[in-house]
């Protein structure tokens, strides 16, 4: 346990001073770290306080973003039907010469709905818990139970079908009368489940409008293989990057992504 406390330091402080000599340095950028630095005597905050309010944000939002990406790389690769639907949509909207923008966000209904049902079919946070039997005690927090949500059939009719359209209207549109709560509920909700959809929609719109995902010949996956734990990770798997595009014209694509998003 010493030890992992002490890796847990490292990487708190460690990110705490990258930020505070890139300050120094001129060079920081708006972030969480340089808020707090910068704020430190207002909030009374102390050098643990700072290291490890800075690990928190950084540790949710990487792990269970990365997370979910995976999934979603396996999920693509296995319905193909479904991927071929996305990439319809993104040659449509974006086209093939430039590389896919946070403006296109709200004309790529079949992706958000497929990005749906990417966090309902496998929540990132499964949270099951057994309570029967148990009494819970006043005061007690209670997590919400996100698989037991996701496989509700009175809200979700088939639930163990991977099924994008069930996010989507006739015409098409998100349905406003169906919600899956990844990010929790209430006062307690994820703060930063924005930053978290936004991260979540550019990487898999730029990977699916550059590549198409694919099974690699002979080595199978199993969709029921996810680890049961606080976090339902992935063990390896394979899946192949086929070129949508032309390297050039990707590459090309993604300069200018960059260039507009500076």
Known sequence: M???????????YGQLNKVRQQMDDGTAGPSFTRYVLENRDVHELGPDNMAYL???????????????????????????DAQARLHAEIDAVVGGERAPMFDDHDSLNELWAWTQEVLRFRPVVPGDIVYKNYVIPTGTVLLGTHWAISRDPDAFPTPDTFDPQRWLDADGQPRKDMRYFTYGFGRRVCPGQHVANRSIYINLTLILWAFKVVPVLGKDFDLNSWEDGFTSRLPPFSVTFEYRRDEDTIRRALDAFKDESA
Do not use: N, R, V, Y
């Not at 010493?2 to 708190?12: G, I, S, V």
């Not at 800075?54 to 193909?80: E, R, V, W």
């Open 54 to 80: 800075a690990l928190g944000l950084f540790g949710a939002g990487s792990d269970t973003t990365a997370i979910a990406l995976t999934h979603a790389i396996m999920l693509a690769a296995a319905f193909p």
């Open 2 to 12: 010493l030890e992992w406390q002490k890796l847990e330091q490292d990487l708190a």
